[in-house]
Structures are given as C-alpha cells and as structure tokens.
C-alpha cells in the first residue's frame, strides 16, 4: 500500500513564488475581472501559442459550451457523442437542445463518422464531438457531413489542449472550438475555459455573451450570461504557459513507459499511440480491460483503490445512462453498443507530470500482480 494515493491526475503546479508577482500586479490594479489586463494578455498569448485566430476565455469549459452553442444560435437536434463527460450533453439540454446520440468508433472512441448521416433528420442543426482523451476525431470526414446537410459544428475539445495533426491545432475546426482548462486537465487555470473561433464577429459576439449580453453599458442584446475568466485565474494561466511545454514532454514519456510496461499483458489493451508522438498531449492513459484478463475491470479497479491507486472509470456510466438522458430513442443500448462495451471495459491509469518513473512501474505491477492472482 501506498503512503499516499496515487491520484488518476493532478494540476500542473508551478513554484508558488513564481505566481506572487503576477499576483501583486493584479492587487496594485484593484482589477480582478471583466476582461483585464491578465485576461487580455492570456487570450493573446494562447493564440499564439497554439496558433488559433480569436480566443474568448470562461469561467469554465461547461459554461463556454453553453455560450457556444448560443452564438452559433443552435436549436433543435444536435448529435453528440455518448462517450464523454456528462456536460457536454448538459450544454445541449441547458440551451433547450435534444442531444441525439451516435456511437463512437472502437480505435479512436470518437464520434463514428459512419453512424452519424442516420442520425440526421429535419430538425438537426449541428454536430458536437469530442476529441476524447486528446485523440482527434476524424475532422475531414465530420466535415464532409456537415457541408452535405448544412450543419455547424461545435468540437467538446476539452481534453485537446495542445493536441495537433498534419494541418497544426486541432483547434482550428469546425464553426468552433471548446477547451476546458479545469485543474485536472493539461493546461489548467484553477477553473476555466476557452472557445476558439475564426472569425472577429462570432468573438465579438461570444464576448457579449458571456458578459449578460452587454454589448456598451446600457445596451442588451441577448440574455447572455456571466462567463467571464478572472484575473487570478488568467494570471495562474500565463505562469503555467511558461511550464507547459515541458509539461507536455513529462506526459509523452510517461506514456511510453506505460506502454513498454503493459504490452505484453494478455487481455489488457492500450488505445494505440499517435502516429507522431510530438503531436499528442497525453491528457489521459486509458486502457481496455478485456474479457480475457484474468479478473473483470470493476475488480481490478477495486484492487488498484485498495493498492493506493486511484484508477478512475472515464466514461462509465455512459452519459446516455443517465436519468435525464435514458429516454431518448437515441439512448437505446442497441443504438450504441461500441460506446457500451467500451464503457464496460475501460479504465484511466494515473498521469500528469509530476508523477515519477517508480510510481509508473508500480501502478504496472499492480495490473501485473492482478494477472498472478
Ligand atoms: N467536456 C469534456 C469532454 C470534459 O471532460 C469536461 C470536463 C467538460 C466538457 C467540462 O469542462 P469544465 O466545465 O469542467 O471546465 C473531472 C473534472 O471536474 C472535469 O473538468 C473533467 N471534464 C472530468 C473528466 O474530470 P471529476 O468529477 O472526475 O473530478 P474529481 O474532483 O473527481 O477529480 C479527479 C481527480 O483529480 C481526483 O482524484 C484528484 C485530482 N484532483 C482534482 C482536483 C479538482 C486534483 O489533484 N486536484 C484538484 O484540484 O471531474
């Protein structure tokens, strides 16, 4: 047993005494929110970074979901992915939007590009997918679909902070983009969020919305809500920017040595790597316990707790399963049984960049032990 437990991730933390600056610049502004100087600087900064347009920063990526579905003026159908956290169906429902699941495809655990012109009938207007566990999903065929039937496209790319393919960012499809910069991602800025856009209107408009619809201090033009990044937080961002690269590099070999360790383990099975390591972010390790391997996922899940390790099941139950969503015609097991089955299967090892070689190799031996016993 483990002293401590192995958390399933943990926040990208710089030197405390590296973020007290940046602090005593905001306290000698007396500006802590409503588009700052930190805030303005960190959406600049991440433009850059990873080589989008227009960047509107949120309080969190729930809340940007929801305000962009909003500037696109979405209504009626939209088909999602059951495979993901449960706010990305939640922004649909929250905008009065029925989310009609397709199931996903068993390599990527993304939207199944194949399943989804079925799905379309009169009342669709988008499609929101997930780039899940930072993997793009595949971009060209998504948007073949939407040019055909005139839908938008809004990507959940919460977990693709950093993630690029042969073109650069990922980020950089679809009508819009959506990161969440939650502590336990990637990037993170204690709370927070992103939505990437092409084009200077639909910012402009996004940052009204996230304002209250403000647009000048006595005019309203839709009911917006308050969305807004703080300075703390857009300050926290700007530090972690400095770290991230190397943070990325930490992720990547964590990776590998997850790989060596587990290949040769009968009925385990690791999602494939990207074909270019560089271009992956790592967000998560996710391995599929299979029915071969010695004892079932839920039991190896409660063997790794008890060894201190906090395995965590994403995406189990699937966001289909729940209350709110289990009613729709979509939500039938016999409509997704890709996402089923993997949701049965999967388990998400610990990794973030902290975590050390030893702690790798014991989180193994532990699924190695399970294979003993
Ligand atoms: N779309 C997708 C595809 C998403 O995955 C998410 C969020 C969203 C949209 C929405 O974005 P946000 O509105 O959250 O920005 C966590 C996160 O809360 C959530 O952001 C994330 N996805 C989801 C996949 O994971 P929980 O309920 O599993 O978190 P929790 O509190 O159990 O934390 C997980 C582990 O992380 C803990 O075992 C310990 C560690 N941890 C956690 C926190 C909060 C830390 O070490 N430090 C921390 O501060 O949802």
């Not at 949120?58 to 003026?73: D, E, M, P, S, Y």
């Not at 706010?87 to 939207?111: C, E, M, Q, R």
């Not at 690029?164 to 969020?193: C, I, M, W």
């Amino acid at each position: 047993m483990n002293d401590k437990p192995i958390p399933v991730t943990s926040p990208l933390l710089p030197p405390l005494t590296e973020f007290i600056p940046y602090l005593e610049q905001i306290w000698n502004s007396r500006f802590l929110t409503n588009g700052g100087d930190m805030h303005q600087e960190l959406e600049q900064a991440l433009c850059k970074h990873l080589g989008v347009k227009h960047i509107a920063l949120f309080a969190n990526g729930t809340l940007a979901l929801v305000t962009a579905l909003q500037a696109l003026r979405i209504t009626g159908e939209v088909i999602t992915s059951p495979y993901s956290f449960v706010a990305t169906a939640h922004s649909l429902l929250w905008n009065g939007i029925k989310p009609v699941f397709v199931d996903i495809d068993p390599t990527t655990l993304n939207l199944d590009p194949e399943k989804i012109e079925a799905a379309i009938t009169p009342q669709t207007t988008a499609i929101m997918p997930v780039h899940c566990y930072g993997n793009p999903c595949d971009t060209a065929a998504i948007e073949r679909i939407a040019d055909t039937y005139n839908l938008k496209v809004i990507y959940d790319a919460a977990h693709a902070f950093g993630v690029q393919d042969e073109g650069g960012s990922v980020l950089r499809h679809g009508d819009l983009s959506v990161l969440s910069f939650h502590a336990t991602k990637v990037f993170n800025t204690f709370e927070g969020g992103a939505i990437i856009c092409p084009d200077e209107k639909t910012y402009r408009r996004i940052g009204h919305l996230k304002n209250f619809g403000f647009v000048n201090e006595t005019t309203v033009v839709a009911p917006g809500i308050n969305g807004k990044m703080n300075e703390v937080s857009a300050a926290f961002g700007l530090l972690q920017l400095r770290y991230i690269d190397q943070a990325l590099t930490r992720r990547r070999q964590i990776d590998l040595l997850y790989r060596q360790h587990l290949s040769g383990i009968p009925g385990l099975h690791c999602l494939p790597p990207r074909d270019v390591p560089a271009r992956a972010n790592c967000a998560y390790f996710p391995v599929l316990v299979e029915p071969n391997f010695p004892i079932g996922r839920d039991d190896l899940y409660q063997l790794m707790r008890r060894h201190g390790i906090h395995v965590r099941r994403y995406f189990y139950p699937l966001i289909s399963d729940f209350p709110m969503y289990r009613g729709l015609p979509s939500a039938a097991p016999a409509n997704l049984p890709v996402a089923r089955s993997i949701a049965d299967k999967v388990l998400c090892l610990p990794i973030f960049p902290d975590l050390d070689d030893a702690a790798v190799v014991n989180v193994c031996a532990v699924i190695e032990g399970a294979c003993g016993a």
